[in-house]
């Protein structure tokens, strides 16, 4: 478990400086002012696509990924200590491991990178679509 719990925080991590370094990117892309003729809107596309391939998507598919590969034994974890606590009430404290639960809050933070991670991507594809029309 130790093993894992180091792989999972390290990725967090790494997704977490890539989330900082380009979150402000983002949201100045998501925030920007659509201009408002349709022959004017040429550089804006290009920001809002240059955002969304090369970093709204990128840190999605980093996050989801990451997500989904902890995420069967995230449920394993949870499923057991839930057994645990209903079948012996308090008494299951003595089996309380704290790796294992430090393993779900790190899994915990990735999902809400993630979750974010859509809404952004969400966000500038439908502000690109919109100045399409």
Known sequence: MNELLTA??????????????????IVNAISMVMPQHKENRGEFKNNLK???????IPLLLATLCIMLVYLPPSIGIIA???????????GNFHNY??????FVLVE??????AIQ???YVWKLISKL???ER
């Open 8 to 25: 999972a925080s390290v990725l967090l991590a790494i997704t977490g400086v890539l989330y900082a370094l380009w979150h402000d990117d």
């Open 50 to 56: 240059s955002v969304l391939w090369s970093r709204a």
């Open 80 to 90: 057991s200590s839930v057994k645990g606590y209903s079948s012996f009430g308090f």
């Open 97 to 102: 491991d704290p790796i294992a639960t430090s």
């Open 108 to 113: 915990v933070f990735t999902s809400v990178l």
């Open 117 to 119: 991670s859509i809404v």
């Open 129 to 131: 679509r919109e100045s």
